[in-house]
């Protein structure tokens, strides 16, 4: 059975912020495939959610959480395996500090 996949309100806002970005530095086609790819790999959580591994791994505090790794982003979620649900927290571009960046903004 395939599991729900929900995004977070804040999730969203990153994906508007990368968006934007990509739309003014590389124009409307790359942002689109862009865009595409990131929700095809995060929509795959819904038949592979244990396809990221535990956040715990970077910090022991993590314990819950899972991060999912791509060759520009991260993607940090939640599993809810009673309800066969995916919640998508953050998207963080690999340039950035993802590991900081996830802590500060659980706080």
Same mark, same amino acid.
């Given at each position: 059975?395939? @599991?729900?996949?929900? *995004?977070?309100?804040?999730?969203?806002?990153?994906?508007?912020?990368?968006?934007?970005?990509?739309?003014?530095? *590389?124009?409307?086609?790359?942002?689109?495939?862009?865009?595409?790819?990131?929700?095809?790999?995060?929509?795959?959580?819904?038949? *592979?959610?244990? /396809?990221?591994?535990?956040?715990?791994?970077?910090?022991? @505090?993590?314990?819950?959480y899972y @991060?999912?790794?791509? /060759?520009?982003?991260?993607? *940090? @979620?939640?599993?809810?395996?009673?309800?066969?649900?995916?919640r998508i927290? /953050?998207?963080?571009?690999?340039?950035?500090?993802?590991?900081? /960046?996830?802590?500060?903004?659980?706080?």
């Amino acid at each position: 059975m395939s @599991y729900k996949v929900e *995004f977070s309100n804040d999730a969203i806002d990153d994906l508007e912020q990368l968006q934007k970005y990509l739309k003014n530095h *590389f124009g409307n086609t790359s942002d689109e495939r862009v865009i595409e790819r990131l929700l095809k790999v995060m929509l795959s959580l819904s038949n *592979f959610p244990n /396809r990221g591994r535990p956040a715990k791994l970077l910090f022991v @505090y993590l314990d819950g959480y899972y @991060y999912l790794h791509t /060759r520009k982003n991260t993607i *940090f @979620y939640t599993i809810d395996p009673i309800k066969k649900h995916v919640r998508i927290l /953050r998207i963080f571009s690999n340039h950035e500090d993802v590991l900081a /960046r996830f802590i500060n903004s659980l706080n």
